[in-house]
């Protein structure tokens, strides 16, 4: 539930309601802008009468959210969402962020050697899995903690974000120390005790969308994370499960137009998952551009022949160079430039 007060209405006005409202147990979520006040109920507004709420000094309007996703709803928040990230950086601002990496860290020298020349291309954010929750129990499962100091080392050397994955809520401790964007995998969209857990934490919170997913249930997770206390949800759209085979997933590139319909929340995109195949990266993440995403989030490696786990929807550092300044050309023209 919606609470828009009127333009003359007072602080006081504003305390008597909310105060009211607090004593009832109801969480309030202020997002007033410098043109109007307005805050959010949190909590089951089922109980509450829109008429008896109007009936406050200084209330000028009462709107019930119907989506069951509230604090991620558009309704609930009319402007977008911009994270700030730890140098800088924003996402789901003007410009589109560009975030690259190895799907896995799997050495010191691999590591350096993709992010010295991803600053040169000047990349901000370093993705890298650290813990690799892999389908097969066999497959190389990461360095673990020491790939998250490897991370955090290579990252500050060049002034860079680091973005990788979280596999349980036991590691959050940990994650905090090293990372600066913490990754809910695909697998993991519906964990909702580890959802609960990230609504606990101070860094932003990139949320990826589950094999087969609604959107709805996408919006749903993100709502599990910000109803416990984190705003800073980055949503990420990695191609969803179809009867197709012939790509790894299925791209769904109207997921962007549906979530900035829906939602305040930025959206990205991850070409690499989406497609399996590194020939497909360069005109998906176009098409990714084109409908709006707040930035993308792709694989690099400097030899994916001998990559440990993706190395075919892994862009040569060559080859991604080349890419990343044909995107900027285009978003450019688009007049949202892609850092």
Request: charged share 25%.
């Amino acid at each position: 539930m919606i609470v828009k007060m009127k333009k003359n209405a007072t602080k006081e006005h504003y305390n008597e309601l909310t105060e009211a409202l607090k004593n009832k147990h109801f969480e309030i979520k202020d997002v007033s802008s410098e043109t109007v006040i307005i805050f959010g109920i949190i909590g089951d507004t089922s109980t509450l009468d829109i008429n008896d709420l109007q009936a406050y000094e200084g209330v000028e309007d009462v709107i019930r959210v119907q989506t069951p996703f509230k604090q991620a709803s558009r309704m609930f928040k009319e402007e977008d969402t911009i994270i700030t990230l730890s140098n800088g950086a924003t996402v789901g601002g003007h410009e589109a962020l560009m975030m690259a990496g190895p799907c896995s860290v799997e050495s010191e020298t691999q590591l350096t050697t993709i992010a010295a020349s991803l600053a040169k291309d000047g990349v901000k954010v370093l993705r890298g899995g650290a813990y690799k929750p892999r389908t097969s129990p066999y497959t190389f499962q990461g360095l673990e903690l020491e790939g998250l100091k490897l991370l955090r080392k290579v990252a500050d050397t060049h002034d860079m974000a680091v973005v990788s994955e979280i596999p349980s809520a036991d590691l959050l401790e940990i994650f905090e120390q090293y990372v600066d964007i913490i990754q809910v995998g695909a697998r993991n969209m519906q964990n909702f005790q580890l959802l609960k857990v990230l609504g606990k934490s101070s860094k932003p919170i990139l949320l990826k969308r589950g094999l087969s997913a609604t959107i709805e249930e996408w919006l749903m997770s993100a709502e599990y994370i910000m109803s416990h206390g984190n705003s800073q949800v980055i949503l990420a759209e990695r191609g969803i499960r179809t009867f197709e085979k012939y790509t790894r997933n299925t791209l769904d590139v109207s997921a962007v137009l549906a979530i900035k319909e829906l939602s305040h929340l930025p959206v990205i995109i991850d070409p690499s998952h989406a497609a399996g195949r590194w020939n497909m990266i360069e005109r998906l993440s176009m098409a990714s551009l084109a409908v709006g995403a707040d930035g993308l989030i792709v694989e690099v490696h400097n030899d994916p022949k001998n990559a440990m786990s993706d190395g075919a929807q892994s862009l040569k550092l060559d080859k991604f160079s080349q890419t990343l300044q044909t995107l900027k050309d285009l978003a450019n023209s688009l007049n949202r430039p892609l850092l």
